[in-house]
T-cell receptor, first 112, second 115 residues
Framework: EDKVVQSPLSLVVHEGDTVTLNCSYE??????LLWYKQEKKAPTFLFML????IEKKSGRLSSILDKKELFSILNITATQTGDSAVYLC????????????FGEGTQLTVNP | NAGVMQNPRHLVRRRGQEARLRCSPM?????VYWYRQLPEEGLKFMVY????????ESGMPKERFSAEFPKEGPSILRIQQVVRGDSAAYFC?????????????FGPGTRLTVL
């Protein structure tokens, strides 16, 4: 059975701090890894990663995948209160159908 | 271009009633996924459908739950004889599933409360 583990489960920081969120996985037939941001509503897509070592970047957020060690990290620099959310990591581990297997999420709280 | 639409956003049912949740995928998307998020838990896959076909229902409870995605109209997740344990947020996602563009985009969810 596919498995995704995120750490830490919760994190409290001050505005301006840099945070690193971790995601490790065990899947058969890996296809992609996705990061979503969830703020009391729909998970919002952030990144899709398919290749090792290639950093995806969007503003203050960046992410990278290591397919050899089976993990990904999501970095957020110069955090703002609006970054407070649950960050979800999911893997697409099927060759057909492609259901997503989600981790439990990391609850990030950014205090002013 | 409208995103994934779900309705109702909130649904309250008494034990034993039926719940019908609707999902309209993004324009051009023909692949629909349903996920359930129980309180304090992560999203769990339920079912994957294409138009008029159930592709993977391995995450669906064997009884009381059914899903469809007709040729015309939204996808429907139906829960018969609801119980308190069915209280959760139900999210629908859609995907284009072209060769290199298969990101799943999520709707706002339906929050089901069973009294």
């Amino acid at each position: 059975e596919d498995k995704v583990v995120q750490s830490p489960l919760s994190l409290v920081v001050h505005e301006g701090d840099t945070v690193t969120l971790n995601c490790s996985y065990e899947v058969t037939n890996f296809r992609s890894l996705l990061w979503y941001k969830q703020e009391k509503k729909a998970p919002t897509f952030l990144f899709m990663l398919t290749s090792s070592g290639i950093e995806k970047k969007s503003g203050r957020l960046s992410s990278i995948l290591d397919k050899k060690e089976l993990f990904s990290i999501l970095n957020i620099t110069a955090t703002q209160t609006g970054d407070s959310a649950v960050y979800l990591c999911a893997v697409d581990g099927e060759t057909s159908g492609s259901r997503l297997t989600f981790g439990e999420g990391t609850q990030l709280t950014v205090n002013p | 271009n409208a995103g994934v639409m779900q309705n109702p956003r909130h649904l309250v049912r008494r034990r034993g009633q039926e719940a019908r949740l609707r999902c309209s995928p993004m324009k051009g998307h023909s692949h629909v996924y349903w996920y359930r998020q129980l309180p304090e838990e992560g999203l769990k896959f339920m079912v994957y459908l294409q138009k008029e076909n159930i592709i993977d229902e391995s995450g669906m409870p064997k009884e009381r739950f059914s899903a469809e995605f007709p040729k015309e109209g939204p996808s429907i997740l139906r829960i018969q004889q609801v119980v308190r344990g069915d209280s959760a947020a139900y999210f629908c996602a859609s995907a284009l599933r072209a060769l290199y563009t298969d990101t799943q985009y999520f709707g706002p969810g339906t929050r089901l409360t069973v009294l």
